[in-house]
């Protein structure tokens, strides 16, 4: 078992995102205070780091039963986006992760998941380079990110470069006898676009697409909109780390007379 207190998770999360935010208020304070929160948006998260929790939920408005693909997991309850479904709505999935570390923890505490130690990425031919960090939620395929020297305020950390068997969503789902996918969630370090590249989004089709997207969101944007998916502006003033993204809506049409 890794029993993490979570000031330290959120000590290192918090410098992260701060890296990309420098306006007098407080990210905190900022979204909470955010027009437009309505419904599910006004409670308190349980679990995520940030409101992640809400606006999936507030997406699906507390639908039971669904099912998730949860990719960059990390830890199975502290600051995870999917505990909440499992747990209070009844929710299955897949949970993976680069580091193994994660994996006895996931099975003791996450029983209706599936957790595997993968580097998602767009073939599963062999194995892939990942830096694992000393810093919680830092560690990555791109090194510069795993030792905190892209982040202004982030002091450098020490790596570890291992290698890690690599896996495309396809022939993982197609193994897993996954059908219908109703949420997928991507937190790996600016590695979302080649996870991105072995989904089939014809055959998988998520209904909600959530991504750490802060330094290419705008790239993301545009591989996504090609792909069908268009971004959920709704939710940007409540999240300012992650984009949320729907299948396009079809236009309504009024019948001729």
């Not at 409670?43 to 929790?53: A, N, P």
């Not at 690599?166 to 997928?184: A, Q």
């Not at 979302?192 to 969101?217: C, K, M």
Request: aromatic share 14%; proline share 4%; charged share 25%.
């Amino acid at each position: 078992m890794y029993i993490i207190p979570i000031l330290i998770i959120a000590g290192f999360v918090y410098s992260k995102y701060s890296a990309h935010i420098n306006k007098p208020m407080t990210y905190r304070e900022r979204i909470a205070n955010a027009p437009g929160r309505t419904g599910i948006l006004t409670e308190k998260k349980l679990y995520s780091f940030f409101d992640e929790e809400l606006i999936i939920r507030d997406f699906f408005q507390d639908r039971q039963g669904g099912f998730f693909v949860d990719v960059g997991c990390a830890f199975p309850i502290a600051a995870n986006n999917t505990y909440y479904l499992e747990k209070h709505l009844g929710w299955t999935g897949i949970g993976i992760d680069a580091l193994n570390d994660y994996t006895a923890e996931w099975k003791e505490k996450r029983p209706n998941t599936k957790f595997f130690s993968f580097l998602v990425t767009e073939n599963s031919e062999g194995s892939g380079r990942f830096y694992k960090s000393e810093l919680m939620g830092f560690s990555s395929t791109n090194q510069k990110v795993a030792n905190g020297s892209v982040f202004p305020n982030v002091r450098r950390a020490k790596t570890e470069e291992i290698q890690v068997p690599k896996v495309c969503l396809n022939d993982l789902f197609d193994r897993e006898g996954i059908k219908k996918i109703d949420l997928l969630a991507l937190d790996i370090e600016g590695h979302e676009l080649s996870a991105l590249a072995g989904l089939d989004f014809e055959r998988f089709s998520p209904e909600l697409i959530v991504a750490e997207s802060y330094g290419f969101e705008d790239e993301l944007t545009e591989y996504l909109n090609k792909h069908g998916y268009q971004k959920i502006k709704r939710y940007e003033p409540f999240d300012e780390g992650n984009t949320y993204y729907r299948r396009k809506q079809e236009p309504v049409t009024t019948p001729s007379n």
